[in-house]
Nanobody, 123 residues
Framework: EVQLQASGGGLVQPGGSLKLSCAASGFAFDEYAIGWFRQAPGKEREAVSCINHRADTTYYADSVKGRFTISRDNAKNTAYLQMYALKPEDTAVYYC????????????????WGKGTLVTVSS
């Protein structure tokens, strides 16, 4: 059974940083692409970043490019999203998801999702 658990969210001031983790189990983690997505209140879920299984291809939403960094440690079955220079508009529930195949920025293409972790950026 595929299990994904996102963690690391919390309350942070504008300009601050957080590092989210996505712990995975129940499948061959090193064969799957990982995506990070977020959903703010009243808004649709949007793609934030994704990384392929070898960690040599990454994509970012324009809104986070240069501020967020996605990574993964296949030995630990864990993916990360390092977030810097956080803005109030980054406030959302953040989810990780997996898909077998290419890393793409389309939430509909991801097969399994973890429960989200809330990130609140506020002074």
């Amino acid at each position: 059974e595929v299990q994904l658990q996102a963690s690391g969210g919390g309350l942070v001031q504008p300009g601050g940083s957080l590092k989210l983790s996505c712990a995975a189990s129940g499948f061959a983690f090193d064969e799957y692409a990982i995506g990070w997505f977020r959903q703010a209140p009243g808004k649709e879920r949007e793609a934030v970043s994704c990384i392929n299984h070898r960690a040599d291809t990454t994509y970012y939403a324009d809104s986070v490019k240069g501020r967020f960094t996605i990574s993964r440690d296949n030995a630990k079955n864990t993916a990360y999203l390092q977030m810097y220079a956080l803005k109030p508009e980054d406030t959302a529930v953040y989810y990780c998801a997996v898909r077998w195949g290419l890393a793409i920025m389309d939430p509909e293409s991801y097969d399994d999702w973890g429960k989200g972790t809330l990130v609140t950026v506020s002074s």
